[in-house]
T-cell receptor
Framework: DAGVTQSPTHLIKTRGQQVTLRCSPISGHKSVSWYQQVLGQGPQFIFQYYEKEERGRGNFPDRFSARQFPNYSSELNVNALLLGDSALYLC????????????FGPGTRLTVT | GDSVTQMEGPVTLSEEAFLTINCTYTATGYPSLFWYVQYPGEGLQLLLKATKADDKGSNKGFEATYRKETTSFHLEKGSVQVSDSAVYFCALSDHSGNTPLVFGKGTRLSVIA
Protein backbone atom coordinates (compact mmCIF):
# COMPACT_ATOMS: atom_id res chain seq x y z
CA ASP A 1 0.00 0.00 0.00
CA ALA A 2 1.22 3.49 -0.80
CA GLY A 3 2.11 5.61 2.19
CA VAL A 4 1.76 9.35 2.52
CA THR A 5 3.32 11.07 -0.46
CA GLN A 6 4.56 14.64 -0.66
CA SER A 7 5.77 16.79 -3.52
CA PRO A 8 8.13 18.23 -4.35
CA THR A 9 10.96 16.57 -2.43
CA HIS A 10 13.15 19.64 -2.42
CA LEU A 11 12.48 23.26 -3.26
CA ILE A 12 14.60 26.41 -3.37
CA LYS A 13 12.84 29.77 -3.29
CA THR A 14 13.84 33.40 -2.89
CA ARG A 15 12.65 35.69 -0.10
CA GLY A 16 9.28 37.23 -0.90
CA GLN A 17 8.19 34.42 -3.20
CA GLN A 18 5.25 32.11 -2.67
CA VAL A 19 5.32 28.31 -2.44
CA THR A 20 2.78 25.48 -2.60
CA LEU A 21 3.48 22.09 -1.10
CA ARG A 22 1.33 19.04 -1.81
CA CYS A 23 0.36 15.98 0.17
CA SER A 24 -1.57 12.82 -0.68
CA PRO A 25 -2.78 10.84 2.33
CA ILE A 26 -2.97 7.10 2.67
CA SER A 27 -6.03 5.74 0.88
CA GLY A 28 -9.03 5.88 3.19
CA HIS A 29 -7.52 8.48 5.51
CA LYS A 30 -9.65 11.59 5.84
CA SER A 31 -7.44 13.77 8.03
CA VAL A 32 -4.26 15.57 7.05
CA SER A 33 -1.97 17.55 9.33
CA TRP A 34 0.99 19.76 8.45
CA TYR A 35 4.08 20.25 10.59
CA GLN A 36 7.18 22.42 10.19
CA GLN A 37 10.51 20.94 11.31
CA VAL A 38 13.33 23.44 11.54
CA LEU A 39 16.81 21.91 11.53
CA GLY A 40 17.69 20.54 14.95
CA GLN A 41 14.17 20.95 16.36
CA GLY A 42 11.08 18.82 16.72
CA PRO A 43 8.13 19.24 14.35
CA GLN A 44 5.76 22.14 15.09
CA PHE A 45 2.06 21.85 14.26
CA ILE A 46 0.77 24.18 11.52
CA PHE A 47 -2.68 22.93 10.42
CA GLN A 48 -5.03 20.00 10.63
CA TYR A 49 -7.84 19.29 8.18
CA TYR A 50 -10.56 16.68 8.51
CA GLU A 51 -13.22 16.07 5.91
CA LYS A 52 -12.13 19.26 4.14
CA GLU A 53 -12.69 21.43 7.22
CA GLU A 54 -9.95 23.13 9.20
CA ARG A 55 -9.78 21.39 12.57
CA GLY A 56 -6.89 23.24 14.11
CA ARG A 57 -4.24 25.85 13.50
CA GLY A 58 -0.90 26.27 15.21
CA ASN A 59 0.90 29.48 16.11
CA PHE A 60 1.92 30.48 12.59
CA PRO A 61 1.35 33.79 10.79
CA ASP A 62 -1.40 34.35 8.24
CA ARG A 63 1.18 33.92 5.47
CA PHE A 64 0.58 30.21 5.99
CA SER A 65 -2.63 28.74 4.60
CA ALA A 66 -3.86 25.31 3.60
CA ARG A 67 -6.78 23.48 2.12
CA GLN A 68 -8.03 19.95 1.66
CA PHE A 69 -9.61 18.70 -1.52
CA PRO A 70 -12.57 16.30 -2.03
CA ASN A 71 -10.10 13.44 -2.58
CA TYR A 72 -8.55 14.33 0.84
CA SER A 73 -5.25 15.49 -0.63
CA SER A 74 -3.98 18.77 0.74
CA GLU A 75 -1.92 21.81 -0.15
CA LEU A 76 0.07 24.07 2.13
CA ASN A 77 0.72 27.58 0.84
CA VAL A 78 3.25 30.02 2.22
CA ASN A 79 3.32 33.60 0.97
CA ALA A 80 6.00 36.27 1.26
CA LEU A 81 8.68 33.74 2.17
CA LEU A 82 11.23 34.62 4.85
CA LEU A 83 14.62 33.04 5.46
CA GLY A 84 13.18 31.58 8.66
CA ASP A 85 10.66 29.55 6.66
CA SER A 86 13.49 27.25 5.57
CA ALA A 87 12.56 23.88 7.03
CA LEU A 88 11.33 20.37 6.38
CA TYR A 89 7.56 20.42 5.95
CA LEU A 90 5.91 17.20 7.01
CA CYS A 91 2.46 15.98 6.17
CA UNK A 92 0.73 13.33 8.27
CA UNK A 93 -2.50 11.49 7.61
CA UNK A 94 -4.82 9.58 9.89
CA UNK A 95 -8.17 7.83 9.59
CA UNK A 96 -10.01 10.34 11.73
CA UNK A 97 -9.20 13.70 13.22
CA UNK A 98 -7.19 12.65 16.24
CA UNK A 99 -3.50 12.21 16.85
CA UNK A 100 -3.62 8.44 17.12
CA UNK A 101 -1.74 6.56 14.46
CA UNK A 102 -0.61 9.51 12.42
CA UNK A 103 1.42 8.38 9.42
CA PHE A 104 4.04 10.82 8.19
CA GLY A 105 5.29 11.43 4.69
CA PRO A 106 8.97 11.94 3.82
CA GLY A 107 8.59 15.71 3.84
CA THR A 108 9.42 18.58 1.52
CA ARG A 109 12.72 20.35 2.19
CA LEU A 110 12.21 24.08 1.56
CA THR A 111 15.22 26.36 1.35
CA VAL A 112 14.66 30.12 1.20
CA THR A 113 17.61 32.20 0.00
CA GLY B 1 0.79 24.95 27.38
CA ASP B 2 1.77 21.34 26.98
CA SER B 3 5.44 20.61 26.42
CA VAL B 4 7.96 17.78 26.11
CA THR B 5 11.58 17.85 27.23
CA GLN B 6 14.11 15.33 25.95
CA MET B 7 17.72 14.75 26.89
CA GLU B 8 20.18 16.60 24.72
CA GLY B 9 22.05 14.65 22.10
CA PRO B 10 23.91 13.42 20.33
CA VAL B 11 24.18 10.06 22.03
CA THR B 12 26.93 7.76 20.75
CA LEU B 13 26.93 4.11 21.77
CA SER B 14 28.75 0.97 20.79
CA GLU B 15 26.78 -1.87 19.29
CA GLU B 16 25.02 -4.03 21.93
CA ALA B 17 25.13 -1.24 24.53
CA PHE B 18 22.08 -0.34 26.64
CA LEU B 19 20.14 2.74 25.55
CA THR B 20 18.12 5.18 27.61
CA ILE B 21 16.73 8.42 26.21
CA ASN B 22 14.99 10.51 28.85
CA CYS B 23 11.69 12.25 28.20
CA THR B 24 9.56 14.27 30.61
CA TYR B 25 6.38 16.12 29.89
CA THR B 26 4.14 18.91 31.15
CA ALA B 27 0.46 18.60 30.35
CA THR B 28 -2.97 19.23 31.76
CA GLY B 29 -4.87 16.05 32.41
CA TYR B 30 -3.55 12.70 31.28
CA PRO B 31 -1.99 12.83 27.84
CA SER B 32 -1.19 10.02 25.45
CA LEU B 33 2.56 9.60 24.92
CA PHE B 34 4.49 8.57 21.83
CA TRP B 35 8.01 7.89 20.60
CA TYR B 36 8.70 8.58 16.93
CA VAL B 37 11.89 7.74 15.01
CA GLN B 38 13.31 9.58 12.02
CA TYR B 39 15.90 7.79 9.91
CA PRO B 40 18.19 9.90 7.71
CA GLY B 41 16.30 11.42 4.79
CA GLU B 42 12.95 10.01 5.87
CA GLY B 43 9.79 11.15 7.60
CA LEU B 44 8.72 10.21 11.10
CA GLN B 45 7.68 6.68 12.00
CA LEU B 46 5.67 5.83 15.09
CA LEU B 47 7.86 3.60 17.24
CA LEU B 48 5.59 3.02 20.25
CA LYS B 49 2.87 4.63 22.30
CA ALA B 50 1.12 4.50 25.69
CA THR B 51 -2.28 5.96 26.47
CA LYS B 52 -2.58 5.68 30.25
CA ALA B 53 -0.49 5.60 33.40
CA ASP B 54 1.68 2.49 33.91
CA ASP B 55 1.13 1.37 30.30
CA LYS B 56 4.27 0.03 28.62
CA GLY B 57 4.66 0.58 24.91
CA SER B 58 7.06 -1.69 23.06
CA ASN B 59 8.24 -2.33 19.51
CA LYS B 60 11.39 -3.65 17.82
CA GLY B 61 13.10 -4.19 21.18
CA PHE B 62 12.39 -0.64 22.35
CA GLU B 63 10.13 0.03 25.29
CA ALA B 64 8.88 2.94 27.37
CA THR B 65 6.65 3.07 30.45
CA TYR B 66 4.17 5.88 31.14
CA ARG B 67 5.07 7.16 34.62
CA LYS B 68 2.45 9.61 35.86
CA GLU B 69 4.16 10.21 39.21
CA THR B 70 7.36 11.42 37.54
CA THR B 71 5.68 12.69 34.32
CA SER B 72 8.17 10.66 32.31
CA PHE B 73 8.25 8.33 29.31
CA HIS B 74 11.88 7.23 28.97
CA LEU B 75 12.86 5.16 25.93
CA GLU B 76 15.01 2.07 26.54
CA LYS B 77 16.56 -0.72 24.52
CA GLY B 78 18.68 -3.49 25.92
CA SER B 79 21.07 -3.94 23.01
CA VAL B 80 21.33 -1.35 20.24
CA GLN B 81 22.35 -2.07 16.66
CA VAL B 82 23.98 0.13 14.04
CA SER B 83 20.63 0.20 12.25
CA ASP B 84 19.09 2.00 15.25
CA SER B 85 21.06 5.14 14.40
CA ALA B 86 18.42 7.82 13.93
CA VAL B 87 16.77 10.79 15.63
CA TYR B 88 14.20 9.90 18.29
CA PHE B 89 11.32 12.21 19.20
CA CYS B 90 9.11 12.03 22.27
CA ALA B 91 5.61 13.48 21.74
CA LEU B 92 2.25 13.86 23.42
CA SER B 93 -1.36 14.60 22.60
CA ASP B 94 -4.42 14.85 24.79
CA HIS B 95 -5.95 11.59 25.94
CA SER B 96 -8.69 11.64 23.35
CA GLY B 97 -6.18 12.10 20.56
CA ASN B 98 -8.01 15.20 19.41
CA THR B 99 -5.16 17.65 19.78
CA PRO B 100 -2.12 17.91 17.54
CA LEU B 101 1.08 16.18 18.50
CA VAL B 102 3.51 18.20 20.63
CA PHE B 103 7.09 17.07 20.04
CA GLY B 104 10.33 17.33 21.95
CA LYS B 105 13.44 18.60 20.18
CA GLY B 106 14.68 15.13 19.35
CA THR B 107 17.73 13.11 20.38
CA ARG B 108 20.19 11.92 17.77
CA LEU B 109 21.54 8.42 18.38
CA SER B 110 24.64 7.11 16.65
CA VAL B 111 25.57 3.47 17.13
CA ILE B 112 29.07 2.42 16.12
CA ALA B 113 30.19 -1.11 15.32
Amino acid sequence: DAGVTQSPTHLIKTRGQQVTLRCSPISGHKSVSWYQQVLGQGPQFIFQYYEKEERGRGNFPDRFSARQFPNYSSELNVNALLLGDSALYLCASSLAGGSYEQYFGPGTRLTVT
Amino acid sequence: GDSVTQMEGPVTLSEEAFLTINCTYTATGYPSLFWYVQYPGEGLQLLLKATKADDKGSNKGFEATYRKETTSFHLEKGSVQVSDSAVYFCALSDHSGNTPLVFGKGTRLSVIA
